[in-house]
């Protein structure tokens, strides 16, 4: 009897309908997550393109369009919610995990063995998940409580000045290998491209998943080092609030 069966009063077997409840919420909850940070980090490399465009889209997020000024608030319920949603991907996740060292060092080997790369992607999936649950409690903590200080200024003080860069370099790492992963063992667990000839689609989903890592990975590169000269070269004025047209008010 394997752990999704129960044995009923009358001695027959019934498949529990939980094991598959759950995988279908950790799939739904990591294509949500995975579409967020797609979207998050075309917003936030809105950097690059310069200051006021960072700044109509913090204030778009605010609903400024609706709310004079806009409201911060809005930013905090977002975070909020996607904490939740991160809170019960992780905590599904995490009956995956080896159950002890015994079990870690028997995988190890497995792996040494037979060198399946699915294995292989399972075991990063692990480590960069594990490290995300500390890394972006931290990021999101701070986004939660301080919202009104996200700005072109305000977070690249952020960022340099408060030393946020060390750890949204690992974050940042961690979230695109996680992220692209994810996304492909998805396809191929639903099968969502497999069309005719499911080896070869897989083999260009590898492909998709290795351009997105490396794009994903090289704009929040590029993001993280104009947050970084942005602030240092405002760390004379730090806490100053960008103010559109005019750049900064003392
Ligand atoms: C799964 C949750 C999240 C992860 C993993 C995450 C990850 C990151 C990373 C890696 C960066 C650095 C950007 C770069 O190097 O290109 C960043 C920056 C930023 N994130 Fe997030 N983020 C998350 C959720 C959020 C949420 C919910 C918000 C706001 C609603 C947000 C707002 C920002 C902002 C404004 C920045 C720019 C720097 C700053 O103001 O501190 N993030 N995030």
């Given at each position: 009897?394997d752990?999704?069966e129960?044995?009923l009063n009358?001695?027959?077997i ?8 759950l995988d279908?919420i ?5 294509l949500f997550?995975a ?9 936030v ?5 310069s200051?006021?465009?960072m700044?109509?889209i913090?204030?778009?997020f ?8 806009g ?8 975070g ?12 599904i996740a ?8 015994a079990?870690?060092?028997k ?6 063995n037979?060198?399946h790369?699915?294995?292989?992607k399972?075991?990063v999936q ?8 500390f890394l ?5 903590y ?8 996200i700005?072109?200024f ?12 060390p750890?949204y ?17 998805l ?13 070869e689609?897989r ?7 290795t ?9 929040g590169?590029?993001?993280?080092l104009a ?5 240092y070269e ?5 806490g100053e609030?960008y103010?559109p047209n005019?750049?900064?008010e003392?």
């Amino acid at each position: 009897m394997d752990s999704s069966e129960l044995e009923l009063n009358n001695g027959s077997i019934k498949k529990s309908k939980t094991p598959a409840r759950l995988d279908f919420i950790q799939s739904a909850s990591g294509l949500f997550l995975a579409t967020f940070m797609i979207g998050h980090m075309f917003f936030v490399s809105t950097i690059l393109i310069s200051e006021n465009a960072m700044y109509q889209i913090t204030k778009l997020f605010e609903a400024s369009f609706l709310i004079e000024g806009g409201e911060p608030l809005i930013v905090t319920g977002i975070g909020i919610f996607v904490i939740v949603v991160l809170v019960v991907h992780a905590f599904i996740a995490m009956r995956k995990f080896p159950h002890s060292f015994a079990e870690y060092k028997k995988y190890r080997q497995h792996m040494g063995n037979i060198k399946h790369s699915d294995t292989n992607k399972w075991f990063v999936q692990i480590i960069t998940g594990f490290a995300m649950f500390f890394l972006a409690s931290v990021h999101l903590y701070i986004i939660v409580t301080q919202p009104e200080n996200i700005g072109p200024f305000a977070s690249a003080d952020r960022v340099w000045t408060d030393l946020m860069w060390p750890l949204y370099l690992f974050l940042l790492v961690a979230v695109e290998l996680h992220l692209s992963l994810g996304l492909y063992r998805l396809a191929i667990k639903w099968g969502w491209f497999d069309g005719d000839n499911p080896r070869e689609r897989r083999q260009l989903l590898l492909k998709v998943k290795t351009v997105m890592t490396v794009f994903f990975l090289t704009l929040g590169i590029l993001t993280l080092l104009a947050y970084m000269k942005i602030g240092y070269e405002h760390k004379d004025n730090y806490g100053e609030k960008y103010i559109p047209n005019k750049g900064s008010e003392k």
